[in-house]
């Protein structure tokens, strides 16, 4: 019987707030694929750090990811010894008032309070009247402000404190494309935390001091990879490599791309990971594709940054021409996701709409786009603090990518961003269309600009074309059930096909890839495809 400390990790309570029409908790809708209506895909992600301390503890664990207030009341009479939180500055509130409750129930219960968001207690908000921070940084008996899981065996006295930190036990995310019930599994593999390059506006960067603290070694890369692949039961897929900039170490990279080659096994694992245009610049696309890239988020932030502007201050938009470093990746099949953000000091309203227009160009398969977000704990929270840019009525419920409303704007008026974060996911969607659309678009080489029409005239047209059909004689190539099913997205689950058959499914690209590429071959394709002039069956 295990006679240690019982220990509960749990995220703040739910429910979770929308952010701008999104759940903020899905990382497609709400960033990387917003805006597709009914091509909109989902998906959904755990608190992998309460997993990752769980596994790697000796302790009696109970892991909650965002339960209700009613849900958390309940289990804290299950009688734990220590409550570990992991803190969004968004749920300052909400984990105060857990705090509150626990000292009102077990007063000796031991808190420890870990997370990005213990970063940002290092200032306060004005518009923070409850004192939540404060109460937080004086009734924790413990803030992390490092490495999670050693820290916690610290405080736990879980000898050997340095023993290798295991990630074979957690859960993994899933996503789920428009029209299709089954979700697709994501692996994750936590390889470092913090980032060097030191940007003014990252929290995670700022929590280690713009230090890298190395968590995995390539070999321990490749052998959490192998045990996803017997979970997954699936030779070919997708782990995401939790590096802020994972290409700053070249011998790391190589190294890991060596192991994935040594071993016949793993020939089907790609990753996707961080990386900026500075430390990728180091590479190129071939050699990144055979070290096992798959795809890549690169902050391209601003068109201006890297130009020696007096306010510029992201030295890692240094490097290639970036343009050309994008072509080259999606060229070599490498899934590329950017990030920007709106409203810099360099920023007016005219370069700005340049500036989204030459994002939009790079045709990124995915995408985030921010206002410029003043995080308390960062040099730029220090600086506008400074400047007294910071609005009296910011809140830590405000501190997130879809408010907008945290700070004064150089050439902005106040709500002004929103127009110019739409603008961007308008231009993104309508211009550059549904990552499937893209992805067809890829595998032939042709582009289409689409004819949108409303929902209403869809099904108008549908209905209307399928009677001159019938009138006809003749079998029409939209119809009134086909406009439904788009609207409405058709369901599908493949979950018992992989269940009772043990089979796995070939990756969307490849499918599409090879599909088109045998229609061509075999004489069915009227044009050539200038997509497929590399591509082999």
């Known amino acids: 019987m295990n006679n240690k400390p019982r220990v509960l990790l749990t995220a703040n309570y739910g429910p979770n707030e929308l ?7 899905d990382i497609v809708s709400s960033r990387l694929g917003r805006g597709h209506g009914p091509f909109q895909s989902t ?21 909650l990811e965002n339960p209700h207030w009613d849900e958390f009341d309940r289990e804290l009479d299950e009688g734990y010894d220590v409550v570990g939180f992991q803190l969004k500055s968004l749920h300052t509130g909400k984990i105060a008032r857990m705090m509150k409750r626990i000292r009102e129930k077990k007063p000796d219960t031991t808190i420890i309070v870990g997370g990005y968001g213990v970063n940002a207690l290092r200032h306060d908000v004005p518009g923070d009247k409850n004192g ?11 803030l992390c402000r490092e490495e999670g899981v050693r820290f916690t065996r610290r405080v736990l006295g879980d000898e050997p404190i340095d023993r290798e930190i295991t990630q074979y036990q957690l859960p993994m995310a899933g996503f789920s494309p428009a029209g299709v019930s089954a ?33 995995a070694e390539p070999e321990q890369v490749v052998r959490y990879a192998k045990n996803y692949q017997k979970r997954l039961n699936a030779w070919n897929f997708m782990v995401t490599l939790y590096d802020e900039d994972f290409f700053q170490n070249e011998e790391y990279v190589r190294e890991l791309g060596r192991l994935l080659r040594k071993d016949r096994e793993t020939w089907g694992i790609k990753y996707f990971t961080f990386g900026s245009v500075r430390s990728m610049s180091k590479f190129d696309a071939l050699e990144l594709r055979d070290c096992g890239l798959g795809g890549v988020w690169i902050g391209v932030e601003s ?23 994008f072509a080259d990746l999606q060229q070599h099949g490498i899934h590329v996701t950017a990030s920007m953000v709106l409203g810099f000091d360099f920023h007016t309203r005219e370069n ?46 405000d501190l997130h990518l879809w408010s907008g409303d945290q700070c004064e704007y150089v050439n902005f008026e106040k ?8 603008y961007a996911i308008e231009q993104l969607a309508d211009v550059n269309g549904p990552p499937l659309l893209q992805t067809m678009e890829k595998v ?40 439904r099913t788009i609207l409405h997205g058709g369901r599908y689950d493949n979950s018992k096909a992989e269940r009772e058959l043990e089979i796995s499914f070939t990756p969307l690209h490849e499918m599409v890839t090879r599909t088109v590429a045998w229609y061509a071959q075999a004489g069915h394709v009227k044009h050539p495809l200038p997509g497929l002039a590399s591509e082999r069956i």
């Open 183 to 215: 979700n697709g599994r994501g692996p994750m593999i936590l390889v470092s935390l913090g980032c060097p390059n030191a940007c003014d506006f990252c929290n995670t960067s700022a929590a280690f001091d713009h230090k890298k603290i190395c968590v």
């Open 303 to 325: 068109f201006l940054c890297g130009h020696g502007l007096p306010e510029d201050r992201y030295a890692k938009r240094q490097g290639n021409e970036i343009k050309q470093m």
């Open 352 to 397: 700005l709409k340049d500036d989204i227009d030459q994002f939009v160009a790079l045709k990124p398969g995915a995408y985030q786009i921010s206002p410029m977000l003043p995080c308390p704990g960062t040099a730029l929270y220090e600086r506008l603090t400074e400047e007294e840019r910071i609005y009296d009525t910011y809140r830590w419920d």
């Open 415 to 422: 709500g002004e961003m929103k127009k110019f974060h739409d």
């Open 19 to 25: 952010g701008w029409g999104e759940d903020m908790y």
């Open 444 to 483: 032939t080489g042709f582009r289409r600009r689409p004819w949108q029409v409303g929902r209403g005239v869809a099904l108008a047209l549908g209905t209307g074309m399928e009677w001159c059909g019938r009138l006809s004689g003749h079998r029409p190539r939209f119809c009134r059930e086909m406009a």
């Open 132 to 142: 939540d921070a404060d109460y937080i940084r004086e009734n924790a008996d413990h």
């Open 43 to 63: 998906s959904h992600c755990h608190y992998f750090g309460l997993y990752l301390i769980a596994e790697n503890i000796t302790n009696p664990t109970t892991v």
